[in-house]
């Protein structure tokens, strides 16, 4: 039982490039979601996911797309990186919203030049 | 939107207990309280949860106040690996539904002195 896993664990990109985070969960969990980590502050949440098919804005959207096509499954797309999007990117999943215990990847920390 | 409060920092001598408080005095009715934590880096860790008195699982007990505004995470014999920032959460009940309204502050950074 892998839970949840992140690729890549680093990425450097140049600003205007753009890449796909990956996030797969083995847990069967209906609920996955996006955060990322900047020194001095919270977690916040970019984009979570109630199941497959459907997604919604977190805190932080802005520069940031999903899909959810399978339950596994939930990508986070950065379609034209910029120096503020340099951070530590998290995956968690969870059985249900909010009720349950949130499931978190080991991350991926992303650089933009 | 639940707020918590937390020493930054807080030590701990290997093979004591670590007592870790939060305040949450807004917290509703009928959310639960979680604790995570987070190991130099990693992804945060789950660790106990509860609504009200006290839950004890194999990693710590968590000791909720009578009026619910603040709470105790105990992790009774503390090793170094115990090293990490712990995280107090409000979490589910009214907030079930929608975790945009999780609050993700700074923590307490636990160091674990050998």
């Known amino acids: 039982n892998a839970g949840v896993t992140q690729t890549p664990k680093f990425q450097v990109l140049k600003t205007g490039q753009s890449m796909t985070l990956q996030c797969a969960q083995d847990?069967?969990?209906?609920?996955m979601s996006w955060y990322r980590q900047d020194p001095g502050m919270g977690l916040r949440l970019i984009h979570y996911?109630?199941?497959?098919?459907?997604?919604d804005q977190g805190e932080v959207p802005n520069g940031y797309n999903v899909s959810r096509s399978t339950t596994e499954d939930f990508p986070l797309r950065l379609l034209s990186a910029a120096p503020s999007q340099t951070s530590v990117y998290f995956c968690?999943?969870?059985?249900?919203?909010?009720?349950?215990?949130?499931?978190f990847g080991n991350g991926t920390r992303l650089t933009v030049t | 939107d639940a707020k918590t409060t937390q020493p930054p920092s807080m030590d701990c001598a290997e093979g004591r207990a670590a007592n870790l408080p939060c305040n949450h005095s807004t917290i509703s009715g009928n959310e639960y309280v979680y604790w995570y934590r987070q190991i130099h880096s990693q992804g945060p860790q789950y660790i106990i949860h509860g609504l009200k008195n006290t839950e004890t699982n194999e990693m710590a007990s968590l000791i909720i106040t009578e009026d619910r505004k603040s709470s105790t995470l105990i992790l009774p014999h503390a090793t170094l690996r115990d090293t990490a920032v712990y995280y107090c959460i409000p979490q589910g009940g009214a907030n079930a539904g929608n975790n945009r309204k999780l609050i993700w502050g700074l923590g307490t950074s636990l160091a674990v002195n050998p």
């Open positions: 968690a999943s969870s059985y249900g919203q909010g009720e349950s215990p949130l499931h």
């Open positions: 996911s109630v199941g497959a098919g459907i997604t």
């Open positions: 847990m069967n969990h209906e609920y």
